[in-house]
């Protein structure tokens, strides 16, 4: 997992730990697509125009690695893990729901 999130690059160690700890919970595709959107919300916030598109594909590529690394950490951190909240919540499995958003949120 950690290879294929290309955790050496990330320059947070935070937000490397999460992204891997969200691939191992919800699968490598879906943990990336969290991120992408995460970092299209944070761009689209910043510039308040229409909405940054970035290819929301499940790949961790060079657009998504940069933009990992060029934006606020903190900012990233809070909406990736917003973002994986709100997809915990749609799995809707009351069994696990408490104790996977308080992995999300640890």
């Not at 879906?30 to 944070?42: N, R, T």
């Not at 594909?57 to 060079?62: A, E, F, L, Q, T």
């Amino acid at each position: 997992y950690w290879i294929k999130i290309m955790g050496d690059e990330i320059k947070d160690q935070r937000l490397a730990e999460k992204l891997l700890d969200m691939a191992v919970l919800f699968g490598f595709h879906a943990a990336i697509v969290l991120m992408q959107k995460a970092i299209c919300e944070v761009i689209s916030n910043y510039s308040n125009k229409k909405p940054f598109i970035l290819s929301i594909d499940g790949k961790m590529g060079s657009y998504t690695l940069g933009a990992i690394n060029n934006l606020d950490f903190d900012d990233l951190l809070f909406e990736f893990k917003a973002k994986c909240v709100r997809y915990c919540k749609k799995i809707d499995n009351p069994k696990y729901e408490k104790g996977w958003i308080m992995r999300i949120m640890k």
